[in-house]
């Protein structure tokens, strides 16, 4: 009989939920680098630290400023470190969803032209975290249960 503990360990380390976990990290690395890239960030002069003032929009659609490009930077950075097991990887695409959810209610609560968006949001941008939250946590529940019971 074959001993299980090294084929286990190994098996861990390839868990799709840590595939997931690394592939979400390394989007949110993207984007974070992309917003500081005049042309694909239009309106780059525009950009602020932080505040619905900043003009920039990576992609043309997605309102941006530092502060915000720091936050996907730092996200990344997060996830990548969370991906080196499988229950840290569960906990950063279901802690991180839920960040992205209450993110979404932030964006459809406040006024877009105050200073409570300090983000900066717009409606793409509220959006786009109301799919992230539910993607991330969908991925987080589906491959972690997977993870669990192999």
Known sequence: M???GPRTAGTAHRA???????????????VG????IPGITTDYGDMEF????SGAMLLGVF?????????HLAFGVVGLAMARSAAGAKTYLIGGGAVYLVLWLYGLIIDK????????LNTADDWLHF????????????????????
């Open 50 to 53: 932080a505040g619905h003032e």
């Open 16 to 30: 799709p939920v840590i595939t997931a976990a690394k592939v979400v990290s390394a989007v949110f690395l993207l």
């Open 113 to 120: 032209d105050s200073g409570a968006n300090f983000v900066p």
């Open 131 to 150: 799919v992230l939250g539910v993607g991330m946590i969908a991925l987080g529940v589906i491959l972690g249960r997977r993870a669990v019971r192999a």
């Open 63 to 71: 309102k941006v400023s530092i502060l915000h490009n720091l936050v």
């Open 2 to 4: 074959a001993s299980t």
């Open 33 to 36: 680098i992309l917003g500081f």
